[in-house]
Nanobody, 116 residues
C-alpha cells in the first residue's frame, strides 16, 4: 500500500509562487531520498530537485537554481517544493519520487501552469 500523493498545483501568473507537496505512506520514509521531476511538453522528463534522506544535501536543475527550494519533513512523511519567480517555461506535469537502495516510487503527477 505505497502511496505518493501530490498537491498544490494549479494556475499561476508569471513571477508568482506556488508550493507543491507530496504526502507518502506505506514505506519507511527515512530510508528514501526524495525528489521532484517534471515533464515539460516537447521535452524529456528532467530532475528538478532532490534532497537526501535527512535534510542537508540538495540538488537542483540549473534552470531552477535560485528560484526553487526543496525540503522534507520526516515527521510528516512528506516533502515540498517551493517555487518562486515562476516562468511560462516552468509549465508542465510535476512528479514526486522517493528512491531507496533498490526501489523507486512515483506519484501520479500534478499539473503546474504558468500563464498570464
Amino acid at each position: 500500500q505505497v502511496q505518493l500523493v501530490e498537491s498544490g498545483g494549479g494556475l499561476v501568473q508569471p513571477g508568482g509562487s506556488l508550493k507543491l507537496s507530496c504526502a507518502a505512506s506505506g514505506f519507511t520514509f527515512t530510508n528514501y531520498a526524495t525528489s521532484w521531476f517534471r515533464q515539460i511538453p516537447g521535452k524529456e522528463r528532467e530532475l528538478v530537485a532532490s534532497i537526501s534522506n535527512f535534510p542537508g544535501s540538495t540538488r537542483y536543475a540549473d534552470s531552477v537554481k535560485g528560484r526553487f527550494i526543496i525540503s522534507r519533513d520526516n515527521a510528516k512523511n512528506m516533502w515540498l517544493l517551493q517555487m518562486n519567480s515562476l516562468k511560462v517555461d516552468d509549465t508542465g506535469v510535476y512528479y514526486c519520487s522517493a528512491s531507496g537502495i533498490r526501489m523507486t516510487f512515483w506519484g501520479q503527477g500534478i499539473q503546474v501552469t504558468v500563464s498570464s
